[in-house]
């Protein structure tokens, strides 16, 4: 059976960091969120993939290129504009010619999901979950089993369940697919929505695990669910008088200095320099070529890659992309903040900072819970920001 991977779209919600990445790219546990997609379905034998890319489509291809890294086989389909999911699985209309598994390449999902899905023995098939936001996504009206009617992004007191975006699907979907978006339907959800009554669309639930994130607060939340680390991998160097508990990889190239206090589950890549005595603590995630200087804290935060953090600096549930440049005695507290996403206003608890790439931050600056700071931003020695920030923001 082959499998379609959706991931042509941006995620501009979760902006900074789609600024030069599509969101099945960003990385949670150190690994791109589509990672988890492939390893899901290559752990039930599912080889061959058809990878629908767009939106920065060569940071995609050049990471996964044909597969084989990841024992499978992957080909590539392209959806030039994005027009919505139900004109990306058009692309693939000459590839697939037998029933097949689709699935959205930006949520997290553990292999039960997908031998969940493939162990139910009806026809076409959606997964289900329930969720505590429905309304951001497609709620699932069920009857019997059967799908009667999915309604998107709709208003409170419908229910709870919703459209995963995983599907086991026959060839003759694209038909409906294909009609739907010549009367302008642009989602799968819309035109499943216009043509229920004439499909026997079967609800599978699964025990696995099976996460999205809609905006760039819910980075922590999928660091945090991604983590299943056990044991101890420490490829790099540990000097004496580290501190090492729970669950902890240390890649290649790394040293962490002496005095220093790392508690798992923590992944830290490669070429990293940790310390001495700087104190990193559970689910945080640190890239590859990372400094952090002497007696600074790290608390459940997601920092990217060639980021350089100075000394005597605390950073509790943030965010921090590649590339940016945080000097000493910076602090980025969490806790309840108002904050916008594209005109929206959330309520948002244990808000920590969100950073753009290649971002410096001088000496003693302070962000407030909840601030979002666009790419290649300024923000100077001493300063104190909040609030969303646009790219190339400057604070003073």
């Keep these: 059976m082959k499998a379609v991977i959706l991931a042509a779209g941006e995620g501009t ?90 699935v959205a390449g930006d949520n997290i999902i553990d292999a039960q999901v997908i031998t969940d899905l493939l162990k139910h023995k009806g026809g076409m098939s959606l997964l289900v979950t329930s969720s505590e936001m429905p309304s951001k996504y497609g709620v699932v009206q069920i009857e019997a089993g059967r799908v009667v009617d999915i309604i998107e992004k709709p208003e409170k007191g419908v229910g709870n369940i919703i459209n995963t975006g995983i599907y086991r699907f026959p060839p003759e979907i694209f038909d409906y697919l294909a009609q739907g978006v010549m009367t302008g339907k642009s989602g799968i959800t819309h035109v499943l929505h216009s043509c229920i009554s004439k499909l026997n669309l079967e609800v599978v639930r699964s025990t696995g695990r099976w996460m999205d994130a809609v905006y760039p607060w819910d980075l922590i939340r999928l660091n945090e669910y991604a983590f299943n680390l056990t044991g101890q991998v420490t490829s790099g160097t540990i000097e004496a008088g580290v501190t090492l508990r729970g669950p902890v990889f240390i890649g290649a190239g790394t040293r962490v200095r002496a005095g220093s206090y790392i508690e798992g589950p923590v992944a830290i890549g490669e070429g990293c320099e940790i310390g001495p005595y700087a104190t990193i603590f559970p689910t945080s995630s640190i890239g590859n070529g990372v400094h952090v200087a002497p007696f600074t804290a790290i608390y459940n935060s997601i920092i990217m890659n060639n980021v350089s953090i100075g000394s005597h600096s605390h950073i509790s549930r943030a965010v921090i992309d590649d590339g940016c440049r945080i000097g000493t005695g910076f602090s980025a507290s969490s806790g309840l903040a108002q904050v916008r996403v594209e005109e929206e206003f959330f309520k948002v608890e244990n808000a920590g900072s969100m950073i753009g790439e290649f971002t410096k931050v001088g000496p003693k600056a302070v962000l407030s819970a909840g601030t979002i700071v666009g790419a290649n931003s300024r923000i100077g020695d001493g300063a104190r920001a909040s609030g969303t920030l646009e790219d190339r923001s400057i604070v003073v």
């Design 13 to 102: 919600r979760l902006r900074p960091f789609t600024v030069s990445r599509p969101k099945v790219m960003i990385p949670i546990g150190n690994r791109p969120i589509l990672e988890y997609v492939v390893r899901a379905l290559a752990a039930n034998g599912i080889t061959d993939i058809v990878l629908v890319v767009g939106y920065m489509k060569e940071r995609i291809m050049s990471f996964f290129g044909n597969g084989s890294r990841f024992g499978v086989k992957i080909s590539y389909a392209i959806q030039e504009k994005q027009l919505g999911t139900a004109h990306a699985a058009l692309a693939v209309r000459d590839h697939i010619k037998e029933e097949f598994i689709m």
